[in-house]
């Protein structure tokens, strides 16, 4: 019954190679979002998709890059892995009136 | 754009004490303070939340307190238990219901 989950939940890899985390969110909300969380616990913000429409793009590197089937999913895929890359990253869903739910996070790390 | 300051970034307390985080915002017309509960391993958790046209909400254990004239506001925790143990996030979500979080507070309970 999980509301939003994302896999997997610990990812390591070496550099330059590419890798993807999945997100799934069954709370039928429209938007949904990826977060970084560096080791300072900050929160970034990196992508929203709103009805498969990409609405917030920081300025994360093209590299990154997020993939929308269906309203329910949003997928991260990274390319050409860097060791600045590692961080945990979290999926939410949700809109701004209400707050978001978050996922349990992915733990990246690059060796 | 809004700017979200949050104080302190760490803090210890003797459990049975209250714990009080605050924050700072910077746009007049953000309207909803969400705060956020992360313990350890885990993503970000909705504990309380407050909306502009409201001073303080009270949940339990729990209090928030909302100054918009001072562009401030504050999470309250009483008689502190070791759960109380995480980091906590504060956030300001603007008209465009855009998310702003604050640097979080990492929060330790002592038994």
């Known amino acids: 019954d999980t509301a939003v989950s994302q896999t997997p939940k610990y990812l390591v890899t070496q550099m330059g190679n590419d890798k993807s985390i999945k997100c799934e969110q069954n709370l039928g909300h429209d938007t949904m979002y990826w977060y970084k969380q560096d080791s300072k616990k900050f929160l970034k913000i990196m992508f929203s998709?709103?009805?498969?429409?990409?609405?917030i793009n920081e300025t994360v590197p093209n590299r990154f890059s997020p993939k929308s089937p269906d309203k329910a999913h949003l997928n991260l895929h990274i390319n050409s892995l860097e060791l600045g890359d590692s961080a945990v990253y979290f999926c939410?869903?949700?809109?701004?009136?209400?707050?978001?739910?978050f996922g349990s996070g992915t733990r990246l790390t690059v060796v | 754009g809004e700017n979200v300051e949050q104080h302190p970034s760490t803090l210890s307390v003797q459990e049975g004490d209250s714990a009080v985080i605050k924050c700072t915002y910077s746009d007049s017309a953000s309207n909803y303070f969400p705060w956020y509960k992360q313990e350890l391993g885990k993503g970000p958790q909705l504990i309380i939340d407050i909306r502009s046209n409201v001073g303080e909400k009270k949940d339990q254990r729990i209090a928030v307190t909302l100054n918009k004239t001072a562009k401030h506001f504050s999470l309250h925790i009483t008689e502190t238990q070791p759960e109380d143990s995480a980091v906590y996030f504060c956030a300001a979500v603007t008209r465009s219901n855009q998310f702003y979080f604050g640097t979080g507070t990492s929060l330790t309970v002592i038994p």
């Open positions: 939410a869903s949700g809109t701004g009136a209400y707050g978001y739910t």
């Open positions: 998709y709103n009805n498969k429409e990409l609405i």
